[in-house]
């Protein structure tokens, strides 16, 4: 089964510091990648997506992701945090065994930046 | 206007009621999702539907059903709810396509089961 892993679900960075976000995902198939971002009281918006063009994708905001096959990883990256970054992030995946019928998130990490 | 709404966006209901969950949208897009989040959980598939005549369940349907009364309206039911019911739920759309396109998300209905 697929599924996808988020380890810790609090980071909390300064502002300006380097934010880095891990996903790992289980799936013997290759895999259509997602991060989304949830604003207090909001619903999920997309922040980028790998769907196999480019291993390194650029996303809105000053985010990027890198999709690595062999550690079976697609970190989430940003060089400098801002404030408004505060929020919680979440990884999806989906892949073709469910005919891209279904997306599987991870459990979320809340990112909280010190001024 | 938002693509993507549900109402309503909060509710406090008492176990054994039945409720009701709408969500409606304009995107044109024919995949829709019921989900629920709970904290530490992530979100989880209660439904999923690709047309009007296409229903299924996800990985926690127990307890929910829906309707897809048009290509653009959503409707997610507890029958009776119970308190482990309460969750944020959340409506969502996608567009056909291969590979996968994202979902869009409506802001969210926070359900309270007493």
């Known amino acids: 089964a697929q599924s996808v892993t988020q380890l810790g679900s609090h980071v909390s960075v300064s502002e300006g510091a380097l934010v880095l976000l891990r996903c790992n995902y289980s799936?013997?198939?290759?895999?259509?990648l997602f991060w989304y971002v949830q604003y207090p009281n909001q619903g999920l918006q997309l922040l980028l997506k790998?769907?196999?063009?480019?291993?390194l994708v650029k996303g809105i905001n000053g985010f990027e992701a890198e999709f690595k096959k062999s550690e079976t990883s697609f970190h989430l990256t940003k060089p400098s945090a801002h404030m408004s970054d505060a929020a919680e992030y979440f990884c999806?995946?989906?892949?073709?065994?469910?005919?891209?019928?279904?997306?599987?998130f991870g459990s979320g990490t809340k990112l909280n930046v010190k001024p | 206007d938002a693509d993507v709404t549900q109402t309503p966006r909060n509710r406090i209901t008492k176990t054994g009621k039945r409720i009701m969950l709408e969500c409606s949208q304009t995107?044109?897009?024919?995949?829709m999702y019921w989900y629920r989040q709970d904290p530490g959980l992530g979100l989880r598939l209660i439904y999923y539907?690709?047309?009007?005549?296409?229903?299924n369940k996800g990985e926690i349907s127990d307890g929910y059903s829906v309707s897809r009364q048009a290509q653009a309206k959503f409707s997610l039911s507890l029958e009776s709810a119970i308190p482990n019911q309460t969750a944020l739920y959340f409506c969502?759309?996608?567009?056909?396509?291969?590979?996968?396109?994202?979902?869009?998300f409506g802001p969210g209905t926070r359900l309270t089961v007493t």
């Open positions: 799936s013997s198939v290759p895999p259509y």
């Open positions: 995107k044109g897009h024919d995949r």
């Open positions: 969502a759309t996608s567009q056909d396509g291969s590979p996968p396109n994202e979902q869009y």
């Open positions: 999806a995946v989906s892949d073709l065994r469910n005919n891209f019928n279904k997306f599987y």
């Open positions: 539907s690709f047309d009007v005549k296409d229903i």
């Open positions: 790998y769907t196999s063009a480019a291993t």
